[in-house]
């Protein structure tokens, strides 16, 4: 499962990508022109309070893969190799300039988030609209001399997706039935991608929500996650040495935690994956499993031997927890549950696998 990070040139995508992925892509990296590629580690309050309550050997954080990809300008879109990357990705951080910084040059002159957001939409759109286009072409000259009914079913969806399309509507926003979505997984489409939008802003603009209260409302109903974030403040905090120094640079702020661990987890969330633990003496681990996942299936992330003779879980609701600090005090309020094979595993979930090869 893999992220990635685009957006038009002078945006802050490199720094954010580095903040992220605690990587500084090399002079090597920068000049192949290929994905850079690297790891972020899912920054999760409820990790950290599980890891100082068990004071364990070792912390095992959950983990994702990220890319960052070619800038968005004209030329490179023209070539349509970046439509290629896009399709391999499972989800899309775009980053967003809204910081002014006269010294940065704007590809478009100026700085206007909704614009930008707005223009790489359509690119994208028209990307799937010309796949369709080309696609019902051929469809067009095999109806005419072969009328199988995968066929004619191809070309019905092709114009159901053509018609979305040209609403200025991505395709993630469509209805589609099960054999829809399989007749159509083969088809590189771009805008089936979950999509973040991380607004890089400036460091006096951190307390300020009037742009991206009015973004959220205005892409709300394009399925679209906003959030807003200084990389400039972000790449400061990393290079302060103790977390006392840090805790008092967010505090100064005005800053609970830095934006780039909300960016993780809503990154997560864009991977359309949850959270569960698994905790003791010698290890906390949190881990990641598809959402709607049963209680083998996540058993099967942690390993395949698990899945396999899986037996029963025993749960604890992470906000049980919480409350109680500890896993006797849970049992005794009666809060610790025993789980088939049935159970969807829910987010934040404690499990202990009980299993038999």
């Known amino acids: 499962m893999k992220i990635g990070i685009i957006g038009l040139p002078q945006t802050g995508k490199k720094t954010l990508f580095e903040i992220l992925a605690n990587h500084k892509p090399t002079e090597n990296e920068i000049v192949s022109k290929k994905l850079i590629k690297g790891v972020v580690e899912i920054k999760d309050p409820r990790f950290d309070m599980l890891a100082k309550t068990y004071k364990p050997k070792k912390e095992v954080r959950a983990r994702i893969e990220i890319e960052i990809l070619p800038k968005l300008e004209k030329d490179i879109i023209a070539k349509g190799d970046i439509f290629t990357d896009i399709n391999k990705l499972d989800a899309i951080c775009h980053v967003v300039r809204a910081f002014k910084d006269e010294s ?127 990389a400039k403040v972000e790449s400061e905090i990393i290079k302060l040495e103790s977390k006392e120094e840090r805790d008092q640079f967010l505090k100064e702020l005005g800053i609970k935690e830095p934006a780039v661990d909300v960016l993780s987890r809503l990154c997560i969330k864009a991977l359309n994956l949850i959270s569960f633990f698994t905790v003791g003496s010698d290890e906390v681990r949190q881990w990641t499993a598809r959402s709607g996942s049963t209680a083998p299936e996540a058993a099967g992330v942690i390993h395949a031997d698990f899945q396999k003779g899986f037996i029963r879980a025993e749960v604890i609701k992470y906000s049980d927890f919480a409350i109680y600090a500890s896993e006797a005090k849970v049992k005794e309020a009666g809060n610790l549950y025993v789980k088939g094979k049935d159970y969807i595993v829910e987010d934040g979930d404690m499990l202990d696998i009980r299993f038999n090869v």
């Open 104 to 230: 940065i040059y704007h590809v478009e002159g100026s700085v206007d988030p909704k614009r930008d957001i707005d223009s790489v939409n359509s690119e994208l759109i028209l990307h799937d609209l010309v796949f369709i286009e080309k696609r019902m072409e051929n469809i067009e000259k095999k109806v005419k001399w072969l009328k199988e009914e995968s066929v004619v079913k191809d070309k019905a969806l092709l114009v159901k997706l053509k018609a979305h399309l040209e609403k200025e509507l991505p395709l993630r926003l469509i209805d589609l039935t099960a054999d829809e979505i399989k007749m159509i997984s083969i088809y590189p489409f771009v805008t089936r991608k979950t999509v973040i939008v991380a607004l890089n802003i400036s460091e006096e603009d951190l307390n300020d929500t009037v742009l991206i209260e009015q973004l959220k409302r205005d892409y709300q109903m394009a399925a679209i996650d906003i959030m807003q974030i200084s």
